[in-house]
């Protein structure tokens, strides 16, 4: 099993910055990519960034130029800056990596962070 744990999630003015942590654990054998999704109320949950363990990169293109995404595959962990936020953004973040342990490869996800941009 793979445990995913977010951190960093909070409330803040639009035009702030954020930045979210994810730690993944357990019996992890390698992590393929890992990614940050977001689901606000109502709404699909949407890629906002993903990360694969050779360091390319891929961002939805709403956070282009605003959004980083980072890992430390020594550590099994991403991270995510989120600068210039917008109130629109308000939503869950999650952590998802597609992690292979001994008996099966599987995308694993985070229990998600409140990220919350007021105006």
């Known amino acids: 099993q793979v445990q995913l744990v977010e951190s960093g999630g909070g409330l803040l003015q639009a035009g702030g910055s954020l930045r979210l942590s994810c730690a993944a654990s357990?019996?992890?054998?390698?992590?393929?990519?890992m990614a940050w999704y977001r689901q606000a109320p109502g709404k699909q949950r949407d890629l906002v960034a993903s990360?694969?363990?050779?360091?390319?990169?891929n961002y939805a293109d709403s956070v282009k130029g605003r959004f980083t995404v980072s890992r430390d595959n020594a550590q099994n962990t991403v991270s995510l800056k989120l600068n210039s936020l917008k109130p629109e953004e308000t939503a869950v973040y999650y952590c998802?990596?597609?992690?292979?342990?001994?008996?099966?490869?599987?995308?694993?996800w985070g229990q998600g962070t409140q990220v919350t941009v007021s105006s």
């Open positions: 990360i694969t363990s050779g360091g390319d990169t």
């Open positions: 998802n990596a597609r992690a292979r342990t001994r008996t099966l490869t599987y995308n694993y």
């Open positions: 357990g019996s992890i054998f390698s992590i393929n990519s």
